[in-house]
Every structure is written in structure tokens, then in C-alpha cells.
Antibody, heavy 118, light 110 residues
Framework: QVQLVESGGGLVKPGGSLRLSCAAS????????MTWIRRTPGKGLEWVAY???????NSAGSVKGRFTISRDNAKRSLHLQMNSLRVEDTAVYYC????????????WGQGTLVTVSS | QSVLTQPPSASGTPGQRVTISCSGS????????VNWYQQLPGTAPKLLIY???QRPSGVPDRFSGSKSGTSASLAISGLQSEDEADYYC???????????FGSGTKVTVL
């Protein structure tokens, strides 16, 4: 069965860095776009970044230039390098798989909590 | 400020029908299919409706979706206590070259 397991969250000071990872199993990882979505306290869900099956990427304006999404198809893993973290980046971060066609996210991980605080 | 607009809350008694609206624009809902996600307390979001009205395997037919122009809606008929959750609409936005979510609607079963 499809499984996505995030790791790497934690407490970090403003201006600090963190690297999130998502381990995928149960499907052909290299065939799918992958995304990072976050849920911030009181603001709901926000798309953070996506990476296509061939490595094209884009990120939301709120994180552009600070966050970098990457993937390792051989290791079936997705990553999010987060630099220059701000208090407003505090959220639960989810990795999610895009279905083969259309822009719906059919499988999600359980999430990892990132807290940015001094 | 979310790109897609939803009412912050909706409620109903068991068995009632509840409808949630989602308003967008010509750069997102107007040209893309709409998806709906359900997030139960303390859990990850779950795909509820895709391609405007399709239900993934396992989603009860009490849940239905529709789209017209730059708006979409989710209907829950025969409301049950386990339907208490946050519901989000979402769509691809061509102008932003990104995936946009609605502001979320909290459904309460009275």
C-alpha cells in the first residue's frame, strides 16, 4: 500500500535552517509529481512547493528563495530544505502525492511539526 | 489571505444536508478542476472529491461535488457525527503556477 512518512521536523530559532524528508513506498515514486503542503495554526492549508517527475520545481511566493524542494528517485525520497526560517513558517508539513493525471493529491503523509521560535 | 474563498463554518443536525461553497477566479476554478479535502481533527487531509465531482474509492456517496464557472460546491447529505471536520477546496492556478487552497470550512454536527 502507498505510504508516505515525513521526518525532520523540530524546534528552530528564527533565521535557522531545517531539512524535511519524506520516505515513499508502495508505488512507482519516479512516476509522480510530489508536493509539500503545510497547515499553519489558524490559517488552514497552504501549498508550499512541488517537484515534477522529471525534476521541474516551483514554490509558493511566501517561501520562494528560502525553501528548496528536491527528490532522489533511487532512494524514493522527497526533501524540503528550509532556510531563513520565520515565525510564520511554524506549521505541520505534509508531503503528498499527485495522482498521475490532474492536480489532486491522493495520498498524504502523517505530517511533521516545524516550530520556529526564539 | 487564501486565493479561494469558503465560508468559515457550516453546521447541521444529523441527517440534514449541508453545502459548502468555494469561490475562485478565471485563473483557477475557471480553467481547472476542483478538488475537496477533508481533515479530521489530528489527522492528515484526505482526498474527498476530485475532478469536480468524482469520489475516490471508499468515500461514501453522501459526499458530492459540483462546479459552475468560477465557483464550486461540496454537499454532504445525511450528515453524520463523524463528518465533523475541516473541509478545503483546491485547484491549480495558472497565474501563480501553483496549487491553491480555500480558506477552509469547519463543519459542526449539532
Amino acid at each position: 500500500q502507498v505510504q508516505l512518512v515525513e521526518s525532520g521536523g523540530g524546534l528552530v530559532k528564527p533565521g535557522g535552517s531545517l531539512r524535511l524528508s519524506c520516505a515513499a513506498s508502495g508505488f512507482t515514486f519516479s512516476d509522480h509529481y510530489m508536493t509539500w503542503i503545510r497547515r499553519t495554526p489558524g490559517k488552514g492549508l497552504e501549498w508550499v512547493a512541488y517537484i515534477s517527475d522529471i525534476g521541474d520545481t516551483n514554490s509558493a511566493g511566501s517561501v520562494k528563495g528560502r525553501f528548496t524542494i528536491s527528490r532522489d528517485n533511487a532512494k524514493r525520497s522527497l526533501h524540503l530544505q528550509m532556510n531563513s526560517l520565520r515565525v510564520e513558517d511554524t506549521a505541520v508539513y505534509y508531503c503528498a502525492r499527485r495522482r498521475s493525471s490532474g492536480w489532486d493529491l491522493d495520498y498524504w503523509g502523517q505530517g511533521t511539526l516545524v516550530t520556529v521560535s526564539s | 489571505q487564501s486565493v479561494l474563498t469558503q465560508p468559515p463554518s457550516a453546521s447541521g443536525t444529523p441527517g440534514q444536508r449541508v453545502t459548502i461553497s468555494c469561490s475562485g477566479s478565471s485563473s483557477n476554478i475557471g480553467i481547472s478542476t476542483v478538488n475537496w479535502y477533508q481533515q479530521l481533527p489530528g489527522t492528515a487531509p484526505k482526498l474527498l472529491i476530485y475532478s469536480n465531482h468524482q469520489r475516490p474509492s471508499g468515500v461514501p456517496d453522501r459526499f458530492s461535488g459540483s462546479k459552475s464557472g468560477t465557483s464550486a460546491s461540496l454537499a454532504i447529505s445525511g450528515l453524520q457525527s463523524e463528518d465533523e471536520a475541516d473541509y478545503y477546496c483546491a485547484a491549480w492556478d495558472d497565474s501563480l503556477n501553483g496549487y491553491v487552497f480555500g480558506s477552509g470550512t469547519k463543519v459542526t454536527v449539532l
